[in-house]
């Protein structure tokens, strides 16, 4: 009988140890895992979802391409006042459009792309970590919206800044149509891309490698290191987008260091 009383006591203090971890594993986030096959099944499904969002986007903004074309073509206009945009080759007038729709498309498509990255790393992260998704993909959408409105706000000064230059030097600038949208296309998402500065931070400091106060510490060098970044990162020569990209990544990081400091990293 004492045996039986024993066994009765190991089995239930076994019982409930096992109850504990399982629930620290909930807890923690820890239990699941996957192989490498399983991983990289699960990547392509993730890559083929945010490429799908991409196509249809891009058929979209092909379909309106006029109505594209002209709205980019703003800060052109009271600094080039020939007739328009030339293509130098058969088949360039196409190209373009489609490069120009496309750019369009991996734009619109931010929610579905910024979503698909979180539901890929979202395994790996505890419950209390998973309900940061919904505001860390709106954040990231809204950060990447207002990193174009403000790079096509920009766009004036390196345009203007360039074909004056080309005047000054005794050129007489004929603006292909393949260089200007390729120009602006990349000026535009390298402000969209670089606004996602403290979606970037705040994770890096969910998954415990930064913190609130190790930006504090190191926040001179970061800043000379975003300044430098924004001299890089914008291909106009002109003295104003640097300046305008420093101040915003600048902006960027203290709201990085108060993101950190709400969710208590």
Not at 31 to 44: D, N, P, Q
Not at 53 to 63: E, R, Y
Not at 176 to 188: G, R, V
Request: net charge negative.
């Amino acid at each position: 009988m004492a045996i039986s009383d024993t066994d009765s006591n190991l089995s239930f203090n076994v019982g409930d140890e096992f109850d504990e971890f399982e629930q620290e594993q909930e807890d923690t986030g820890i239990g699941g895992t996957m192989t490498l096959i399983e991983h990289l099944a699960e990547l392509r499904r993730r890559l083929f979802f945010s490429l799908l969002a991409v196509i249809v986007f891009t058929v979209a903004a092909f379909s309106f391409h006029d109505k594209v074309i002209r709205f980019l073509e703003i800060p052109l206009r009271g600094v080039y006042s020939d007739n328009g945009l030339i293509a130098t080759g058969v088949g360039e007038g196409f190209t373009v459009v489609l490069k120009v729709a496309l750019g369009v498309g991996i734009a619109l498509s931010t929610p579905v792309w910024l979503y698909q990255v979180w539901a890929f790393i979202a395994p790996a992260l505890t419950r209390k970590e998973r309900k940061y998704a919904l505001p860390f993909t709106l954040i990231g959408v809204g950060l990447f919206i207002v990193g174009l409105a403000v790079g096509f706000f920009t766009l004036h000064f390196p345009v203007a800044f360039l074909l004056q230059f080309g005047r000054d030097s005794g050129f007489h600038e004929l603006v292909s149509a393949d260089n200007y949208f390729s120009f602006i296309l990349f000026f535009m998402l390298a402000f969209g891309i670089t606004f996602e500065l403290p979606l970037v931070l705040t994770f890096t400091a969910l998954v415990g490698v930064v913190s609130s106060k190790m930006l504090a510490k190191n926040r001179s060098y970061v800043l000379v290191g975003l300044w430098a970044l924004a001299c890089v990162v914008t291909p106009g020569a002109d003295p104003y987008s640097p300046v305008i990209l420093g101040i915003s990544l600048t902006l960027l990081y203290f709201l990085s260091e108060l993101l950190i400091r709400v969710i208590g990293k």
